[in-house]
């Protein structure tokens, strides 16, 4: 599976920015589906995730609430909605696609096909 994250870019505090992740396949609709991001000088941390029918997501503690994953399998793609966002959001987002336990599922240890990332910067 190949991944492509698009829709990254420059918001001011406070605004939205939805990006998205397509895939090259059909057998999207098989894999578990997650945000991963990466601020800069640290390392890389789990933001959502949503199983292969959408049925069930989980999110970062720091994104509750102003984050929502969703995605459509008939068009192979994964959404980030990100509102209310922060200076601290401010990071290289990439999306990422797996099999994971539920007990691992926030791991990126877990997932094997890996887009290539968008930048998304919040100003204050």
């Known amino acids: 599976v190949q991944l492509q994250a698009s829709g990254g870019g420059l918001v001011q505090a406070g605004g939205s920015l939805r990006i998205t992740c397509a895939a090259s396949e059909g057998t999207f609709s098989g894999y578990t589906m997650a945000w991963f991001r990466q601020p800069p000088g640290k390392e890389r941390e789990f933001v959502a995730v949503?199983?292969?029918?959408?049925?069930?997501?989980y999110y970062g503690d720091s994104v509750k609430g102003r984050f929502t994953i969703s995605r459509d399998n008939a068009k192979t793609t994964m959404y980030l909605q990100m509102d209310n966002l922060k200076p601290e959001d401010t990071a290289v987002y990439y999306c990422?696609?797996?099999?994971?336990?539920?007990?691992?599922?926030?791991?990126?240890?877990?997932?094997?096909?890996w887009g290539q990332g968008t930048q998304v910067t919040v100003s204050s």
């Open positions: 949503i199983r292969e029918s959408g049925g069930r997501t």
């Open positions: 990422a696609a797996g099999r994971p336990i539920l007990s691992a599922i926030r791991s990126d240890e877990m997932y094997y096909y």
